[in-house]
């Protein structure tokens, strides 16, 4: 048996230990998404793969769950996609929901930006790409918000959620927010309902159960190769449009503003003409 002297000894075990360090450091950077406990992390820019989901079993889920909208509707989809066939299910499964929460009455109650948009904006992009249509999917979410009359009141889709008829008298009346704003969207219901912003528990809950059920039906669609984007409901509105032909985003008539925005104008605005 060959034998060593101390000074080979020493310098075998620093080789090893240098090695195994190398290796460690190159398991980390490897894998960019793993933590320095090797526990997965979601990394800037990484994207998850999306299959088919329950709109109905995934709209109930928001109506059930608690944490403001924003939590509602970004915490059922992607618990549905945890619990699906998704290659990425286990990630899913990794995400935090609970930090959507700030999105409650639109940024932690500045009646700013809607949360269940707020939700649907963060939730897409960490899908992976969708044929294309990823995009399209947040344009047309948000328009439909904008213009259609919610939150939705069917029979069926009462009871498909959860809910009850004697419920519904807490909603008030449906209304069109007009704009991606909770500010607008509140103010629309209040207006419409007879009831103040501090009555709205039901219609959010139910708002946001119509908005994931939305959103899911979209994503399935999407999935089975629809192009979303060709949907009149994913264009800004012919007055917006309008608007867009003078206040474009790479140039203007004229002394008008440049405008990044496809939301609805006169909402806010009353535009050069009336």
Not at 171 to 185: I, Q, T
Not at 211 to 220: A, F, P, R, S
Not at 237 to 262: F, I, N, P
Request: aromatic share 6%; with cysteine.
């Amino acid at each position: 048996m060959m034998s060593i002297n101390r000074r080979q000894a020493l310098t075998r075990i620093i080789g090893i230990s240098t090695a195994a360090a190398g290796a460690t450091l190159m398991g980390t950077s490897a894998f960019a998404a793993t933590n320095a406990d090797g526990q997965y992390q979601l990394a800037l820019g990484e994207k998850l793969k999306y299959v088919p989901l329950d709109p109905m079993a995934t709209a109930k889920l928001a109506y059930q769950t608690g944490g403001g909208c924003m939590h509602q509707v970004f915490h059922s989809v992607v618990t549905m996609l945890a619990q699906s066939n998704s290659a990425d299910a286990d990630k899913f499964k990794s995400i935090p929901t609970a930090l959507a929460g700030y999105g409650f009455a639109g940024v932690t109650g500045q009646g700013t930006l809607c949360g269940n948009l707020n939700a649907i904006g963060m939730l897409v992009n960490i899908l992976d790409d969708i044929n294309g249509q990823n995009n399209a999917v947040i344009a047309n979410t948000f328009r439909y918000y904008e213009n259609t009359t919610l939150p939705l009141t069917s029979p069926e889709f009462i009871a498909g959620i959860g809910s009850t008829a004697e419920k519904t008298a807490l909603v008030g009346s449906s209304s069109k927010a007009m704009s991606v704003l909770c500010h607008s969207s509140i103010s629309n219901w209040s207006r419409a309902s007879g009831l103040p912003f501090s009555k709205k528990a039901e219609r959010c809950y139910r708002l946001s159960a119509s908005m994931t059920y939305h959103l899911v039906e979209l994503l399935n669609r999407a999935y089975q190769g629809e192009n979303i984007g060709a949907l009149p409901g994913s264009k800004p509105s012919l007055e917006a449009q309008d608007c867009q032909v003078c206040h474009g985003s790479s140039g203007t008539l004229g002394s008008a503003a440049s405008v990044k925005t496809d939301m609805e104008c006169t909402t806010c605005h009353t535009g050069h003409f009336n």
